[in-house]
């Protein structure tokens, strides 16, 4: 999707955007640069806990299975993440 920027520096998010970050009338957004390019990141907005739910969970999906733990299990992974705790002085 391409947009022109006017003379006054704007650009119009296309609809399929807006709808998919929930940005709506009012809603902030903020442009990071990147190595790439831009993003645009919509700040944080109130919306209700349904759709804050609704959201999270389309965000699990799309992220199921990306994670190659390469056999271990959930306890071994935690501690390869955390690295040797030997030397804890734990009292």
Same mark, same amino acid.
């Given at each position: ?11 119009? #998010?296309?609809?399929? *955007? &807006?709808?998919? $970050?929930? #940005? ?11 190595? !790439? ?9 109130? #919306? ?16 199921? =299975? ?14 390869? $993440? &955390? =690295?040797?705790?030997?030397?804890? !002085? *734990?009292?």
């Amino acid at each position: 999707m391409t947009t022109r920027v006017t003379t006054k520096g704007q650009v119009t #998010i296309p609809e399929e *955007i &807006r709808d998919r $970050l929930g #940005i709506g009338p009012g809603s902030e957004v903020e442009f990071l640069a990147t190595e !790439d390019g831009v993003r645009v990141v919509a700040v944080s907005e109130n #919306i209700s806990e349904e759709e804050a739910s609704r959201r999270f969970s389309r965000l699990l999906d799309h992220m199921a =299975g990306t994670l190659d733990l390469g056999g271990m299990t959930t306890d071994e992974y935690t501690e390869w $993440l &955390r =690295g040797p705790r030997e030397n804890l !002085d *734990i009292d």
